[in-house]
T-cell receptor, first 114, second 113 residues
């Protein structure tokens, strides 16, 4: 069974640009959540999608957005990139939402903003 | 607001038992989770406690006391491969009817021979 796949693995963008990250969940998983991990702030929850609807969200500005498609694949978009957006972006998939059932993480996308 | 506290570093001997504590201050608490993350790797889900008590899964156990806003992860028969960072995370109600997940800053466990 394939795991959670995130693309691209590494990305370098310039301040002010926008970026789209992709996450393909494990087959049959309908819940996808996104996290930002930095050395300074640690792991922070961005948002969670289930059945194409955003169900939960963290405390990030509106520059951070996402969506989920009918096949449960999810994308995350960050507009007007800032240097502080440099981070490892992780997505996780699970079978259910709203409870912490076992969540499987992808290897992440390492975003560097210069 | 919300905050989670866990020790930043713990060192233990191979074969021993170690307990990693997590205290939290949150509103609208749903449950406490634990994750393991090796350097350069992705987090791995270890356990989830919604109710008071001890949950055991092999060498790992997790405990929750909702009245004390406290939980811990217990690792028994430590192995070198257990050297990693361990995060506690709280799922709670947020604004606008949303739920959100807040992570602790992580405990770096070093297992020594």
């Amino acid at each position: 069974k394939a795991g959670v796949t995130q693309t691209p693995r590494y990305l370098i963008k310039t301040r002010g640009q926008q970026v789209t990250l992709s996450c393909s969940p494990i087959s049959g998983h309908r819940s996808v959540s996104w996290y930002q991990q930095t050395p300074g702030q640690g792991l922070q929850f961005l948002f969670e999608y289930f059945s194409e609807t955003q169900r939960n969200k963290g405390n990030f500005p509106g520059r951070f957005s996402g969506r989920q498609f009918s096949n449960s694949r999810s994308e995350m978009n960050v507009s007007t990139l800032e240097l502080g957006d440099s981070a490892l972006y992780l997505c996780a998939s699970s079978t259910r939402q709203d409870v912490n059932t076992e969540a499987f993480f992808g290897q992440g996308t390492r975003l560097t903003v210069v | 607001g919300q905050s989670l506290e866990q020790p930043s570093e713990v060192t233990a001997v191979e074969g021993a038992i170690v307990q990693i504590n997590c205290t939290y201050q949150t509103s609208g608490f749903y449950g406490l989770s634990w994750y393991q993350q090796h350097d350069g790797g992705a987090p791995t889900f270890l356990s989830y406690n919604a109710l008071d008590g001890l949950e055991e899964t092999g060498r790992f156990s997790s405990f929750l006391s909702r009245s004390d806003s406290y939980g811990y992860l217990l690792l028994q028969e430590l192995q070198m491969k257990d050297s990693a960072s361990y995060f506690c995370a709280v799922r709670q109600g947020g604004s606008g009817g949303y739920q959100k997940v807040t992570f602790g800053t992580g405990t770096k466990l070093q297992v020594i021979p």
